[in-house]
Each structure stands twice: as structure tokens, then as C-alpha cells.
């Protein structure tokens, strides 16, 4: 069962102007600005410390900015205590109700907002149908499972309709397989409810596999703001290289921008092309990591042939392999350049030992600026 689209959410955008927060000398956040279209799924990625769980509590109400605008569409709303802002929250722990049935627990904000009984039971019923819990109105909290628990916290936040749900990691206490799981719930949930939403999280799957965008923090400030494809594929700065997804990262120099550009390694005397290049970069000579994905090096063995004409080629050993079932993670250290992570399907690298000489064969490469 669908909403109806006369009963969808009425979420806003949301604008973020230059919004800063200091605790005594630390600067938490700084000039924070981000523009969110209404029905829009926005992740703030980032490690511990970075800023992001501040933005949202800046966002709620629950913790006040030193300075900037928070709007939602024409109505600014940061001077406006957390109770007036009509903003759906969901905590780590779901923080539902144990003596409320699950019904209960998802109509508390509308009996709070003085909803009828029977519009109440309306909206109640079609939330249950929304977050695929029809039949278990009537149990409690504790005769759930944690990703029904975490369905429940979810619907409780969409009931009254809000301009804007936030989502403060809501999976962290879920274990791994069951996070899966619900990490594709909580993404089919929001797009069908077309719920403006904020998602905090440390864990770059989480945010890869939900977010229409991206916001990367670090140190308080935005590093990149883009797709999923984008942090994971084009890359602004090394830390995002290094952070969204599993990298291997080489000092280098950009030899050629251009259609063709193009890196000199340091350590090696062959120029090597680059798939795509950090908007940050435009002068020949600047230094780069020039970063290539585990899932695009190929390998195979010294002295066999294989059709990679065309590929900027390597020489390495094989120092370690590690089996993780459809694929293989193989070390190599490459003569000159140092160590490489590459992963291969397990068909094609069952063959490979420790020891073995080995030509590596790059497909994609990516340049961002070195320090």
C-alpha cells in the first residue's frame, strides 16, 4: 500500500547559509553552506569530530549557531526553539516509548498536535503500510526485532508531516548483516514518503548506498558536496580520496591537463594517462597523487599474454592475497613505486601466489592535489 499523493509529505527545501558554531577556541563548524531541494536524501559524511552530528543538532534546534541563516523554503527558522521548527528526529537508539504499542508510539506526535482519533488512525495505518509493519499495530517495542524497532522510530518521525526528518545514525546499533538490510528500508521509505532528509553517519557504505548527495566533512568544514558517483569516482582532495573507498595513492606531478591529461610518477620515468582530474587542479607540473581503485588494476602473471594494449603497465610481486570469496585482494609491490592493493575477481586471481612476478595493468586513474 502507497500513500496517497494527497497525503505526501509537504517537505520543504532547505537553504543553509554560512552557518559556524565555536565551542570557546574550537571552531566546529565553519561557514557551513548547503542547499537541499525538497524530497532530496542528504548524507553529512565524515569521521568523529568533523562536525557533522553539530550541523544537525544546529539544524533541530537543539544546539544554537554563532552566526548564519537556516531557511526552510521562504521561512527562516533558526531563531526558532526545536519545538516550532516541525522537524522529524531519529536517534542512535530510537528512543521509542516501551510502555506504547507500536501504534501508540508512531501517533504520539499527533496527539501531542491535537490530530482527531480518526484522522489520527487514518495516517497511523497508512505509515505501518509505509514501513511494512501492518499486523503489528498492537505489539510493544521489546517484542520487535531492531530493524522493526528502527521502521517504527522512522514512521514516528514522518507521521505529523514534517518539513524535515534527521536521521542521527540510526543503523550504528544494528549488527552488520541486519544493516544491509535496513539501509535499503530506510532508503525506499524516504522515497516514497518524498521526505526532505538529513542522514548523519561515519560509514561511507551507509552513504554511498542512500544519499541522492553527499556532504563530506572534515575538521568542520565541507570538503566536497556531490553524487555518490562523484565522492567515489571524481574525487576533490586527498582526503576524500582517501577516505570514500579503498585507494592506492601515488605521489606524482600532472605532466598534461587537457582531454588527455596525464601523470609522471615519481620514481618512474613513463608518463601515465588519468582517467579524470580534481577541479582544484590546472597547472602543469602541480604536485598529485595520482590514485587508482583496487577494482581497476588488472593483473596477470610475467611472461603470459592477455589483450591489455593500451594500459599503462607496471612491474610487481606478489607480497600477500587474501580470498573473500567472489573476489581476491592481492599486495603487489611495484618495482620503483611502492605497494598496491589490487581486487580481482577470484576466478582470475586463484592462480596468483606469493612470490610471483606480475604485470599490472591500470584501467582508471585519478588525480587530486598533494600538500
Avoid at 108 to 118: E, T
Wanted: one cysteine or more.
Amino acid at each position: 500500500m502507497s500513500m496517497r499523493s494527497s497525503d505526501q509529505s509537504t517537505s520543504q527545501p532547505v537553504h543553509i547559509e554560512r552557518v559556524r558554531k565555536s565551542f570557546g577556541t574550537f571552531t566546529a563548524v565553519s561557514d557551513f553552506t548547503l542547499h537541499i531541494a525538497a524530497g532530496e536524501f542528504v548524507t553529512f559524511l565524515g569521521p568523529s569530530g568533523c562536525g557533522k552530528t553539530t550541523t544537525l543538532k544546529m539544524l533541530s534546534g537543539l544546539l544554537p549557531q554563532d552566526g548564519g541563516e537556516i531557511r526552510f523554503g521562504d521561512r527562516r527558522i533558526d531563531m526558532l526553539p526545536a519545538n516550532k521548527r516541525n522537524i522529524g528526529l531519529v536517534f542512535q537508539n530510537y528512543a521509542l516509548f516501551p510502555h506504547m504499542t507500536v501504534a501508540e508510539n508512531i501517533g504520539f506526535g499527533l496527539r501531542m498536535r491535537h490530530w482527531s482519533k480518526a484522522d489520527k488512525k487514518e495516517r497511523v495505518d497508512q505509515l505501518l503500510a509505509l514501513v511494512r509493519l501492518e499486523g503489528l499495530a498492537d505489539r510493544k517495542p521489546d517484542q520487535l526485532s531492531g530493524g522493526q524497532q528502527q521502521r517504527v522510530a522512522v514512521a514516528r518521525a514522518l507521521a505529523f508531516k514534517p518539513d524535515l526528518v534527521l536521521l542521527d545514525e540510526p543503523l550504528s546499533n544494528l549488527d552488520a548483516k541486519l544493516r544491509e538490510q535496513v539501509r535499503l528500508d530506510l532508503r525506499d521509505i524516504q522515497r516514497e514518503a518524498k521526505q526532505t532528509t538529513v542522514f548523519v553517519t561515519h560509514d561511507q557504505v551507509e552513504a554511498l548506498v542512500m544519499s541522492d548527495r553527499i556532504v563530506l566533512m572534515n575538521g568542520g568544514h565541507i570538503e566536497q558536496i556531490g553524487t555518490p558517483v562523484d565522492l567515489y569516482a571524481t574525487p576533490a582532495t586527498e582526503f576524500g580520496a582517501r577516505f570514500v573507498g579503498a585507494n592506492n595513492l601515488f605521489a606524482a606531478k600532472l605532466a598534461e591537463t587537457g582531454t588527455t591529461p596525464r601523470a609522471t610518477l615519481d620514481g618512474s620515468s613513463q608518463t601515465a594517462p588519468l582517467t579524470s582530474v580534481s577541479t582544484l587542479l590546472t597547472e602543469i607540473g602541480a604536485p598529485i597523487w595520482y590514485c587508482v581503485r583496487p577494482e581497476h588494476i588488472r593483473t596477470r602473471k610475467s611472461g603470459e599474454t592477455a589483450a591489455d594494449s593500451g594500459l599503462t603497465t607496471f612491474e610487481g610481486r606478489v607480497t600477500d592475497k587474501v580470498y573473500q570469496g567472489t573476489t581476491i585482494l592481492v599486495d603487489i609491490e611495484l618495482k620503483g613505486l611502492g605497494k598496491l592493493r589490487a581486487e580481482r575477481p577470484t576466478s582470475e586471481a586463484a592462480h596468483l601466489n606469493v612470490g610471483d612476478d606480475i604485470d599490472i595493468f591500470i584501467e582508471q586513474a585519478h588525480a587530486v592535489p598533494r600538500a
